[in-house]
């Protein structure tokens, strides 16, 4: 299996614009997390999926954020309007359950908002 | 509500020697603690997992030990090496279903 994939690896973008990353879980893992990292904050869990349900939204700092699964192997967080405060690092995870949450990390998107 | 807590001080060791991080976690003791590898540009990578009733867990060089009593996690690499320099993280799982994250300890192993 070739892993998490996450796409852009890179995102630059300015202040109000629309921002959408991609994610393709690892296949047969019914959940599907969203973390962002930051020096100041560490690595922050957004939301997560269990078999393509939203669970835990908690996590999501406002409503210019929001995240979707339509498919098993698919999803997207996007951002809209983008904020100078948005630039990090952002994963996606995926675990099967069962495996006590051991999660496999895709390489991350990092997002640059000037 | 639940914080975890790791040493925010970059450890610099010689290769050789054994590395120790810590880990506290300050209220209820977790079901189960994770422990995950990050290098620079990349996604934390998984280590190891100690449970809640489980004193020790070994893998090859790594050893992860749990104390309840102390609210502690430590985690220790035998025989160093170069190669074993990254950021460590320690996570975790809580009661809601979500894993939680120190902020990491940088570890350095100088030839």
């Known amino acids: 299996d070739a892993g998490v994939i996450q796409s852009p690896r890179h995102e630059v973008t300015e202040m109000g614009q629309e921002v959408t990353l991609r994610c393709k879980p690892i296949?047969?893992?019914?959940?599907l997390f969203w973390y962002r990292q930051t020096m100041m904050r560490g690595l922050e869990l957004l939301i997560y999926f269990n078999n393509n349900v939203p669970i835990d939204d908690s996590g999501m700092p406002e409503d210019r954020f929001s995240a979707k699964m339509p498919n098993a192997s698919f999803s997207t967080l996007k951002i809209q309007p983008s904020e100078p405060r948005d630039s990090a690092v952002y994963f996606c995870?995926?675990?099967?359950?069962?495996?006590?949450?051991?999660?496999?990390f895709g390489p991350g998107t990092r997002l640059t908002v000037l | 509500s639940q914080k975890i807590e790791q040493n925010s001080e970059a450890l610099n060791i010689q290769e050789g020697k054994t590395a120790t991080l810590t880990c506290n976690y300050t209220?209820?003791?977790?079901?189960?603690l994770q422990w995950y590898r990050q290098d620079p540009g990349r996604g934390p990578v998984f280590l190891l997992l100690i449970r809640e009733n489980e004193k020790e867990k070994r893998k090859e060089r790594l050893k992860v030990t749990f104390d309840t009593t102390l609210k502690q996690s430590l985690f220790h690499i035998t025989a160093s090496q170069p190669a074993d320099s990254a950021t460590y993280l320690c996570?975790?799982?809580?009661?809601?279903?979500?894993?939680?994250f120190g902020q990491g300890t940088e570890l350095s192993v100088k030839p």
């Open positions: 995870a995926s675990s099967s359950s069962g495996s006590y949450n051991e999660q496999f």
């Open positions: 209220n209820y003791s977790p079901a189960y």
């Open positions: 996570a975790e799982y809580n009661q809601g279903g979500k894993l939680i």
């Open positions: 296949s047969g893992h019914d959940y």
